[in-house]
């Protein structure tokens, strides 16, 4: 089986609401499909959001380096060959998004080319996972309102509170969802940056008071003193996500005691990648969680396809509910969470059809 074909197809899907947190904001959904063909005929999809705020890719720049990059290195290449590939993609550096769909694309194909779904290739550790939701920036009565949909709706009982703003205001809106959802409901929360050392010392014991269990990003990983007083006085985890996003920036993250929990995303380390992080994780002891990069319905199957291959993700609910923001998306037949659950698809590959018309409506020219 060769590569014959590689397209980055960028979208434009409307959004029921926008979507706030401390390092930006989404109104729609500008995610590139990479669409991957084989010589005998199979297709291979995977799904990249630019997050310029994070990562500094673009719709347009992803796009290119998949035209421009990628697809000389992949036509003519075997699918099953992900080291070899990986190694060639890692010759342009960055770019995590672009590589994150590339990996899942092929992972498609060999799940299709095996007959077998992807989280069983993984190594098929549970059926299904809980769903975590992650809770945008609002007002109190927005974000408790927020809450009790998902809630209601599916069934989530576990939340992922954005935050980084004004303490004062953070607090608020974390006592109205505590109080509105119960002490039962697990919470944990990320501040995407947004505070300084002081600030987010102080934040993590308020917290912690309110059963908060993680805080995810509180201060730049940049200003190293500063996040390690942060780590050593937190009663909770403080966990590493956008600045955590190579295998080697985990390990120098935790040997350098920046991080005490990793946040892992399809959308930018792929299947490949993210399996070996939490590898490395696994043998230190160190807590991983899956995370959600403002995912389209494709990365969220994605999602729930590691979770449900991998043991140590398995334990924890997955961020996948971003995909209900989206007025519609491309996928044939859109995830369902139930009971504050979400399956593993059974289909060979992704088990991920998108709809002809519905990406012929949604693509940019
Ligand atoms: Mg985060």
Partial sequence: MKIDTVEAIPLAIPYRRPFGFASGRVTAADHVLVQITTDDGLVG????????????????????????????????????????????????????????????????????????????????????????????????????????????????????????????????????????????????????????????????????????????????????????????????????????ITLGGVARSLLDGDTEAISVKVARTGFTDSAKIVGLCEGLGVTTVIGNQIDGMLSTVASVALGCGLRALARHPVEVTNYLLMADDVLADPPVIVDGRISARQEPGLGATIDPGKLAHYRLA
């Fill in 45 to 244: 999809h995977g799904e990249a959001p630019p997050r310029p705020y994070t990562y500094g890719e673009t719709a347009a720049s992803i796009v290119a380096a998949v035209r421009d990059l990628f697809a000389p290195v992949l036509v003519g290449a075997d699918p099953f060959a992900r080291e070899r590939i990986r190694a060639d993609l890692d010759r342009t550096v960055a770019n995590n998004a672009a590589k994150g769909a590339i990996d899942v694309a092929l992972w498609d194909l060999v799940g299709q080319a095996c007959g077998q779904p992807v989280h069983v290739l993984l190594g098929h550790a549970a059926d299904d996972v809980r769903a975590a939701h992650m809770i945008g920036l609002g007002t109190p009565e927005e974000m408790v309102a927020d809450a009790c949909e998902v809630r209601d709706d599916h069934g989530v009982d576990a939340f992922k509170i954005k935050v980084g703003r004004e303490l004062g205001v953070d607090m608020a809106a974390v006592r109205a969802l505590r109080a509105e959802l119960g002490d039962a409901v697990e919470l944990y929360a990320d501040a995407n940056r947004g505070w300084d050392a002081d600030t987010a010392i102080v934040a993590s014991r308020r917290l912690a008071d309110h059963g908060v269990s993680m805080l995810e990003e509180p201060n730049p990983a940049a200003d190293v003193l500063g996040r390690r007083r942060i780590v050593a006085a937190s009663p909770i985890p403080v966990v590493g996500d956008e600045s955590t």
